[in-house]
C-alpha cells in the first residue's frame, strides 16, 4: 500500500500507519507527551489487566513507575549472579553435546535459558527449563500455539473470555499438547498464591514482590492482574530473547570469518574460554555490540503494529493533520528494512554499527525491537544483559555448524505478533564441532 499510496496510508476507517522513520520517535513519544493505546486494538490480548492491555497514559506510567526501578540498568547490572549460573548451565549442554555428537536445538535452548533467566529474576525460582533433555520444547511449542490466535482475537473479541470459561478438561481433548502447558501455569500460580501468604518461596526482591506491596491500591494487587503481569513478562521476555540468540548464533555459524573477529575480540575481555565478565565490561567491547544490535534489528521483536493514540494532541506530517485521538502506527519490521538507513538491509552486519558516523542521527535510534517513548519494551535492559553474557559465552568455547538450516529457516512471511516464517516459528539446529581450549 505504501508503494502506491505514499508514506501515509488510511489503513481502515479510524487508523493510519506511516512508513518514514523519522515520525517514529512523534507516535511512540516520550516526555511529557502522552501516548494512549487503541482500545479496539486490545481486544487481540487475552490479559486485560496487564500493563501491556492498559489504555490510558497515566494508568500505564502508575503501573509501570512500580517495576521500572526493577528493570533499570543499575537494577539489572546487579543480575549477573543471576544470569551467569544460567548461561554457564547451558555452556555445559553444549559440551555435553559435543562429546555425544548430539543436535542441538538453538532456539530451544535459548528459550529455555531466558525461561530460566526470567523465572529466577520474578518469583525468587527457576523452573529449570535447561535441565531438561528437550529443554521443554512441549511448552515453548504450545505457548507458540497460543500466541497464534492473536488475530482471531481482535475479530472476535470475546474468543479469548469464552475460552477463558472453557473447562480445560475440554481443551486438552481438543489439543493434547497444551497439558504440559497447564501444568507448567499452575505450579507457577500455586507458587505465587503460597508466596502471597507467606507458605515456602520467598519474595523477597523479586517482580512478585513488586506487584504484591501491601502499599500499593487493593485493585492493583489482585491475583488476576499479578498473574497476568508475570505471565507477560514471561512470555515475552523468553520469546525476545531466544529469538535474538537464535538469529545471533545462525549467523556467527553461517560466516566463520565473522565468529572469528568477534572471538579474536572477546579474547581482550575473557582472556580463557572459561573466563567471565560483567555486563559493563562487555557493552564495551564493539564488535560484540554490534552483533548484539544486528541480532535484535533481524529479531525484529513483534512485527505486529502497535497503534497509539495522541488523546490531545494535533500530530503534524508534512502536509497532513492528524486529529487527537487517531490511531496511528508503524512496524519494526518495515523500520529496519529501511534501506535508506540500514542499506542492505536484509544481511546480518554488525560493522554497520560500528562504521555510522554522522553523531547527530545515530543509527540506533532506528533500533526498534523494543519500540521507543513511555511505553517501550520494560524488560530491554535484561535482554541486553543475557544477550551480551550469552553471545560471549558460547563464541569464546565454542564453534558451531548449522544442521540442516539455511537463511530461509529465518524469512520472516507471516505476522502473528511475533514474525513467523513459512513453516512457522524461527528454527536453528547446529552441532558443536569443537571446544576451544584457549
Not at 546487579?78 to 547451558?90: A, G, N, Q
Not at 470475546?158 to 475440554?170: E, F, N, Q, T
Not at 524469512?411 to 576451544?436: C, F, M, P, Q, W
Amino acid at each position: 500500500m505504501h508503494e502506491q499510496y505514499g508514506p501515509i496510508v488510511r489503513i481502515n476507517p479510524r487508523e493510519i500507519h506511516v512508513l518514514d522513520p523519522s515520525f517514529y520517535d512523534d507516535i511512540y513519544a516520550s516526555g511529557g507527551r502522552k501516548r494512549d493505546k487503541d482500545a479496539q486494538f486490545l481486544k487481540a490480548y487475552s490479559v486485560p489487566d496487564s500493563m501491556v492491555a492498559t489504555v490510558e497514559h497515566d494508568r500505564h506510567r502508575y503501573r509501570r513507575n512500580i517495576l521500572s526501578g526493577f528493570f533499570s540498568k543499575k537494577s539489572v547490572n546487579e543480575l549477573s549472579p543471576v544470569v551467569e549460573p544460567k548461561v554457564l548451565k547451558l555452556m555445559e549442554r553444549f559440551a555435553t553435546a559435543y562429546q555425544q555428537g548430539t543436535i542441538v536445538h538453538l532456539d530451544d535452548a535459548f528459550s529455555a535459558l531466558a525461561s530460566d533467566v526470567i523465572t529466577q529474576y520474578s518469583f525468587g525460582k527457576s523452573w529449570d527449563f535447561l535441565e531438561d533433555k528437550h529443554f521443554r520444547r512441549d511448552i515453548r511449542s504450545a505457548i507458540t500455539e497460543t500466541s497464534n490466535v492473536i488475530h482471531v482475537n481482535r475479530f472476535f473479541p470475546l474468543y479469548p473470555r469464552i475460552m477463558r470459561m472453557v473447562p480445560k478438561s475440554w481443551i486438552i481433548k481438543l489439543q493434547p499438547g497444551k497439558v504440559s502447558l497447564f501444568k507448567f501455569t499452575k505450579s507457577i500460580f500455586e507458587y505465587t498464591a503460597r508466596s502471597a501468604n507467606g507458605k515456602g518461596g520467598s519474595k523477597k526482591g523479586t517482580i512478585f514482590e513488586k506487584l504484591t506491596d501491601p502499599t500499593l491500591p487493593p485493585g492493583e494487587r489482585t491475583f488476576a492482574r499479578v498473574r497476568q503481569e508475570t505471565g507477560v513478562i514471561l512470555q515475552a521476555g523468553t520469546e525476545s530473547i531466544s529469538r535474538a540468540l537464535t538469529v545471533a548464533a545462525f549467523h556467527l555459524a553461517n560466516q566463520p570469518s565473522m565468529r572469528e573477529n568477534l572471538r579474536e575480540e572477546l579474547r581482550t575481555a575473557l582472556p580463557t574460554p572459561d573466563s567471565t565478565a560483567t555486563w559493563a565490561q562487555l557493552e564495551q567491547l564493539p564488535y560484540l555490540t554490534g552483533v548484539v544490535w544486528e541480532c535484535l534489528r533481524l529479531s525484529y521483536g513483534l512485527v505486529i503494529r502497535l497503534p497509539r493514540c495522541a488523546p490531545h494532541e494535533v500530530l503534524k506530517y508534512k502536509d497532513y493533520v492528524i486529529p487527537p485521538g487517531t490511531p496511528m502506527s508503524m512496524s519494526s519490521y518495515l523500520v529496519h528494512h529501511d534501506e535508506t538507513i540500514f542499506p542492505d538491509s536484509y544481511s546480518f552486519k554488525p560493522e554497520r554499527w560500528i562504521e555510522t558516523e554522522d553523531k547527530s542521527d545515530p543509527l540506533t535510534k532506528y533500533m526498534v525491537s523494543f519500540t521507543r517513548g513511555s511505553r517501550a519494551c520494560l524488560g530491554m535492559n535484561l535482554s541486553y544483559l543475557v544477550l551480551y553474557m550469552t553471545i560471549a559465552a558460547f563464541v569464546r568455547r565454542f564453534d558451531l555448524e548449522l544442521y540442516k538450516t539455511t537463511i530461509e529457516d529465518l524469512e520472516i512471511v507471516r505476522d502473528y505478533g511475533l514474525g513467523v516464517t513459512r513453516n512457522g516459528d524461527v528454527e536453528v539446529s547446529a552441532t558443536v564441532t569443537k571446544i576451544l581450549k584457549e
